[in-house]
Structure formats: structure tokens, C-alpha cells
């Protein structure tokens, strides 16, 4: 496996089902990313975990609870959620740390959450 | 104030033409940019990244930065229907230590 892979790729659930979102990065950085992308709406940033450790939390509700065991996974587990958190879940990873350079990040191929 | 921002477009480009993407940004500790290629339905895709004021080329893409103006751009030359997809400007907060993204611009290329 190469850059970021997403588990699964497609996901429909109910509103009182329990399931999480799986992303494993194989290019070495130290930072991870969830994003959420809805339908015709800008990229939302949701949580960052630099060294494993959360650095951002941009106002998710609790029913989003991230977990980084490691800088190489990361996860989302997703319990009693809404129909408008249906969207594109994306997860990124990056090189984190001072001075100039590469900060681009990487994305994987998203998950397509429906919930109903 | 959006911290970056792009016109949503749509942007229609005959093919074979230039296509020019702009970008401004608000933060002028910025430091990197970035600019990333979205097919619907897809995940972002990253094509240039600059940090040097002037212009890096790659192939038929252009990336322009103008930290005075606090303005990028992306240039695609010959343009091809497969480039047509909705382009993401981003750039790294160095303050925040964090990437920020505008809302994209849609480009269509018509044959």
C-alpha cells in the first residue's frame, strides 16, 4: 500500500448505529487530519493530531470521537448521528514541525458516509 | 473574512487555452501554497505547492506567488478537457501551524 488509505470507501448507517472510519498513511509524517466535505461546501477542517497527540478540535460534536494510536493511523468513530452528517470524510496526513517547506498535505480516497 | 478565498466559478475555458485560477489570502505570515485538483466525487489531489515569490513551473502548470499582494495563482496551459474539475487553493497559517483552504473554483474546459 502506497500514500493514504481510508476504510471503507463507502458506509451507509442508521442513526443509532455505532461504526468508525479507519485511515492508515504509509509516507512517513507525523500529522494527521479528518476533514468532512459536504455536498458543494468547502473542505471543514475536524481534528489534527500531530505526534499523536490532538492538537484541533474545531467545534465537533461529540458524536465524532477521534482516535490516533499511533502517527500512522488514525480513526473516527462515529455513534447516534444526524442525516446531515452525510458527506465526503477525508483524511490527510502531512510533516509537521517549525520552518518553512512542506507542509502539503496528503489525502486519502474519503469515505462516503450516508446515514439514515 | 474568509482567510482564503477563490471565486466559485464556474470557469469556462475553451480547450487548448490558458486557464487562470486566482487566490488571495489574508494572513500575511503564510508561508506555503498549495494547489489541489478535486474531481466530483473524489479527494483532493495536490498538483503545485510554492513558497518563493515569482513563478515554479511543472509541465503545463504554473504556479504564481505575489506575497506583496498577498495573491497565487495557477496557470494551465493547453488546456484539456481532463483538467476540468474544481481546483483548491490552500496556504499554511504559520501562526496556526495549520493548512487553510478556500472553497475552490469549478473549471470547464469545452472542447
Known amino acids: 500500500e502506497t500514500g493514504v488509505t481510508q476504510t471503507p470507501r463507502h458506509l451507509v448507517m442508521g442513526m443509532t448505529n455505532k461504526k468508525s472510519l479507519k485511515c492508515e498513511q504509509h509516507?512517513?509524517?507525523?500529522?494527521m487530519y479528518w476533514y468532512k466535505q459536504s455536498a458543494k461546501k468547502p473542505l471543514e477542517l475536524m481534528f489534527v493530531y500531530n505526534f499523536k497527540e490532538q492538537t484541533e478540535n474545531n467545534s465537533v460534536p461529540s458524536r465524532f470521537s477521534p482516535e490516533c494510536p499511533n502517527s500512522s493511523h488514525l480513526f473516527l468513530h462515529l455513534h447516534t448521528l444526524q442525516p446531515e452528517d452525510s458527506a465526503l470524510y477525508l483524511c490527510?496526513?502531512?510533516?509537521?514541525?517549525?520552518?518553512?517547506?512542506?507542509?502539503?498535505?496528503?489525502f486519502g480516497p474519503g469515505t462516503r458516509l450516508t446515514v439514515t | 473574512q474568509k482567510e482564503v478565498e477563490q471565486n466559485s466559478g464556474p470557469l469556462s475555458v475553451p480547450e487548448g487555452a490558458i486557464a487562470s485560477l486566482n487566490c488571495t489570502y489574508s494572513d500575511r505570515g503564510s508561508q506555503s501554497f498549495f494547489w489541489y485538483r478535486q474531481y466530483s466525487g473524489k479527494s483532493p489531489e495536490l498538483i503545485m505547492f510554492i513558497y518563493s515569490n515569482g513563478d515554479k513551473e511543472d509541465g503545463r502548470f504554473t504556479a504564481q506567488l505575489n506575497k506583496a499582494s498577498q495573491y497565487v495563482s495557477l496557470l494551465i496551459r493547453d488546456s484539456q478537457p481532463s483538467d476540468s474539475a474544481t481546483y483548491l487553493c490552500?496556504?499554511?497559517?504559520?501562526?496556526?501551524?495549520?493548512?487553510?483552504f478556500g472553497s475552490g473554483t469549478r473549471l470547464s474546459i469545452r472542447p
Open positions: 490552500a496556504a499554511f497559517h504559520s501562526s496556526a501551524s495549520k493548512i487553510i
Open positions: 490527510a496526513s502531512s510533516h509537521y514541525g517549525g520552518g518553512q517547506g512542506s507542509r502539503e498535505q496528503y
Open positions: 509516507l512517513g509524517h507525523n500529522a
